[in-house]
Antibody, heavy 118, light 111 residues
Framework: EVQLVESGGGLVQPGGSLRLSCAAS????????MHWVRQTPGKGLVWVSR????????SYADSGKGRFTISRDNAKNTVYLQMNSLRAEDTAVYYC???????????WGQGTLVTVSS | NFMLTQPHSVSESPGKTVNIFCTGS????????VQWYQQRPGSAPTTVIY?????PSGVPDRFSGSIDSSSNSASLTISGLKTEDEADYYC??????????FGGGTKLTVL
């Protein structure tokens, strides 16, 4: 059974940093692209970033470019999202998801809430 | 920027059929795969259609997806509506830079 478990969310002040983790199990991790998608409470889904199986290819939405960094540790079956210079508008539930590069459509985690507030 | 537009809400009665449309802002929606996600309140999204018209295992065949090039739209059709189908539905594709794009979501009410 595929499992994706996010962690690392919490309350952070504007301008602060946070690193999210997503621990994966139940599949051959290094064979898959991984995505981060976020959702402001009560709003829609917004794609954030993706990384390929060996970590050599990454992409970002404009909202996170220059502030967010996606990475992975295939030995630990974990994908990360380092978020710096956080803003109030980054407040959201962050989901990690597995899928081809064009869609996070295979499996989703349950999400971790990030709140950016003073 | 490439955008996907969905109706904010639709409603239909149990047992009926509903279509949820997703219109691309530019280019041809038929060029890139379209996915559909279901999200019930308080839960993570799940995929109901991938690659335009493919159903993941476990998704009932009441769910189907199609592309209409003439209107540059994708549609999710749910037949034999059940109250459990009440949820938010999101379409998703990608732009000319292969960056993932979601539609704004459609709230389906089954009443």
């Amino acid at each position: 059974e595929v499992q994706l478990v996010e962690s690392g969310g919490g309350l952070v002040q504007p301008g602060g940093s946070l690193r999210l983790s997503c621990a994966a199990s139940g599949f051959t991790f290094n064979n898959y692209w991984m995505h981060w998608v976020r959702q402001t409470p009560g709003k829609g889904l917004v794609w954030v970033s993706r990384i390929n199986g060996d970590g050599s290819d990454t992409s970002y939405a404009d909202s996170g470019k220059g502030r967010f960094t996606i990475s992975r540790d295939n030995a630990k079956n974990t994908v990360y999202l380092q978020m710096n210079s956080l803003r109030a508008e980054d407040t959201a539930v962050y989901y990690c998801a597995r899928g081809p590069y064009w869609s996070p459509s295979d499996d989703w985690g349950q999400g971790t809430l990030v709140t950016v507030s003073s | 920027n490439f955008m996907l537009t969905q109706p904010h809400s639709v409603s239909e009665s149990p047992g009926k059929t509903v279509n949820i449309f997703c219109t691309g802002s530019s280019g041809s929606i038929a060029t890139n795969y379209v996915q559909w996600y279901q999200q019930r309140p308080g839960s993570a999204p799940t995929t109901v259609i991938y690659d335009d018209n493919q159903r993941p295992s476990g998704v009932p065949d009441r769910f189907s997806g199609s592309i209409d090039s003439s209107s540059n739209s994708a549609s999710l059709t749910i037949s034999g509506l059940k109250t459990e189908d009440e949820a938010d539905y999101y379409c998703q594709s990608y732009d000319s830079s292969n960056l993932v794009v979601f539609g704004g979501g459609t709230k389906l009410t089954v009443l």
